[in-house]
């Protein structure tokens, strides 16, 4: 290399991937040898690095070949990850086009399988044996004397003897990789009467140490994401199945086990929401004038029967109101009787017509008197209407004072997503589980779906009106809670695969606008 021997020593790296540390025996020549081949095989392994593609990095690799080892065409072949029968033909220095069938690249392809699935380097015609070397880096390059060979590679000799008598000349096959895991090979045709013998190879053999995992590297990046999700998955595989790999074993058979049963085993489909009960018959009791709120008999959640009194308004203006008015239809009545004692037709006439005014003012104040007192018009329960600290307020005519619902039965209305409506129909059973009572559940049958549907916080709801079936007694009307509506039965997996499908088709008809 003509540098100085360093302080620590220089470590060559030879074709048997031993250092030359280890023998201090080597001749500076041979270990010069092997420093300028080791890199080589660094500057070829970058020039694969640096190619764009797969196929520029073999089209290279093979034009490096040709001139390295004077031959007049090189190629190369990948196999596939897991099948080294199944080789593609990637790039040849020759004019050829390799991806057109021919007898050429069958025959080529044939000797390169060999090579591959017995981990073997040969050549054709046979020479005597210049070097034979078995690496636990590289492939065993196996000489073939004229006498015969061995029995292993019988099929590797007859594909290199089909191809030589094809193309003329030396032919040489070189699977690239390490012993049993190759992924690559390389063939190598000289014209002409020299062989090639196994120095060569071999010396290839040490060029191409790193060029097999590149370029199967290269290969894998460039699969479909698909392929090399399934590659994963097979590997994973393998190695569960080894023997320390026996937790991990028991684990994926119970999630296998648990995911065949959400997949297969139909449970109920229940589509919930909100829910908030209510009194089957529920009245809003207005004030019937304008006035003053002068007492408050109930408060919410007080329980009253049918007649009770609710609440009172003031009375002072209607019956100062009434005094009047009655005192009018007096004067009237007098006048009436002296203009009858006159004989005055006209003026009786007018006098029966104020006392009329009079008494119909009478009957309005009267009225409006008696529905001064709010009374409870059924059985029930206050539900609204806290009027115990607004004593003297105001109030007009129409406000809501005091809402009742009926304690002789409730309904249920369950706030349904649009996205799940569909499904609901009339009949259909269900479970309602109130906040305030979480450990008692109610049984409820759908009565109704309202045609309408109505936004609440930033959704799209229909309410559905569903009765109980058998209320406890520990009910009350406003309780909120959460109701689930069973409208089939399916597998819980197909249900949530089923929702977040829905859920994408409606965002994608969103985006689309």
């Not at 062989?195 to 140490?209: C, H, K, N, S």
């Not at 916080?457 to 229909?462: L, Q, T």
């Amino acid at each position: 290399m003509g540098k100085p021997w360093p302080p620590g020593g220089l470590v060559a790296l030879c074709p048997a991937g031993e250092s030359a540390l280890l023998n201090p025996g080597v001749p500076w020549a041979a270990l010069s040898d092997r420093a300028d081949g080791a890199a080589a095989a660094l500057a070829l392994h970058a020039r694969l690095l640096q190619a764009p593609s797969l196929r520029a990095a073999a089209q290279s690799l093979v034009t490096d070949l040709a001139s390295q080892a004077g031959a007049s065409r090189a190629s190369l072949a990948l196999a596939e990850p897991g099948h080294t029968r199944r080789l593609r033909l990637l790039a040849s220095s020759g004019a050829d086009r390799v991806d057109i069938a021919s007898p050429w690249r069958d025959q080529v392809l044939g000797a390169m399988a060999e090579a591959l699935d017995q981990g073997l380097g040969a050549c054709w015609p046979p020479v005597a044996p210049a070097i034979s070397t078995r690496s636990t880096h590289t492939a065993h390059i196996t000489p073939i004397t004229a006498e015969g060979a061995d029995a292993q590679a019988v099929a590797l000799h007859f594909e290199l003897q089909q191809l030589q008598r094809s193309v003329g000349g030396a032919v040489a096959v070189l699977p690239l990789g390490r012993s049993g895991g190759c992924a690559a090979a390389v063939c190598i045709e000289r014209s002409g009467e020299a062989p090639i013998d196994t120095m060569t190879l071999a010396r290839l053999e040490a060029l191409l140490q790193l060029a097999g995992p590149a370029l199967d590297w290269m290969q894998r990046a460039e699969r479909p994401w698909h392929r090399r999700a399934f590659d994963a998955l097979r590997a994973a595989f393998h190695r569960l199945r080894e023997p320390e790999q026996r937790l991990r074993r028991r684990a994926v058979a119970a999630a296998v086990v648990a995911l065949a049963a959400l997949a297969l085993l139909p449970l109920s489909h229940d589509i919930g929401g909100r829910a908030r009960l209510e009194g089957s018959m529920q009245r809003v009791l207005a004030a019937p004038t304008d006035g003053f709120v002068k007492t408050a008999h109930v408060r919410p959640g007080d329980r009253v029967a049918a007649g009770a009194p609710l609440l009172d308004l003031l009375e002072d203006d209607l019956r100062l109101e009434r005094d009047r008015w009655a005192s009018q239809r007096a004067q009237h009545e007098n006048a009436y009787a002296s203009a009858m004692a006159r004989t005055d037709r006209v003026g009786a006439a007018t006098a029966m017509a104020r006392v009329a005014e009079a008494q119909s003012q009478l009957a309005l104040v009267e009225e409006r008197l008696g529905r001064g007192r709010l009374v409870a018009p059924f059985d029930g329960v206050v539900i609204a209407g806290d009027l115990s600290q607004s004593i003297g307020a105001p109030v007009r005519q129409g406000d809501t004072l005091i809402t009742l619902a009926s304690a002789a039965g409730y309904r249920v209305i369950v706030e349904v997503d649009e996205v799940d409506i569909a499904r609901v129909q009339v009949g259909q059973g269900g479970r309602l589980s109130l906040s305030a009572l979480p450990w008692q559940g109610e049984d409820i049958v759908v009565e109704r779906i309202a045609p309408m549907a109505r936004a609440v916080e930033g959704r799209n709801v229909f309410e559905v009106e569903a009765r109980l079936l058998a209320p406890g007694p520990a009910l009350r009307p406003g309780l909120l809670g959460r109701a689930e509506l069973v409208v089939g039965h399916r597998p819980p997996l197909w249900v949530w695969l089923g929702r977040a499908a829905d859920r994408l088709r409606l965002a994608w008809w969103a985006w689309l606008g």
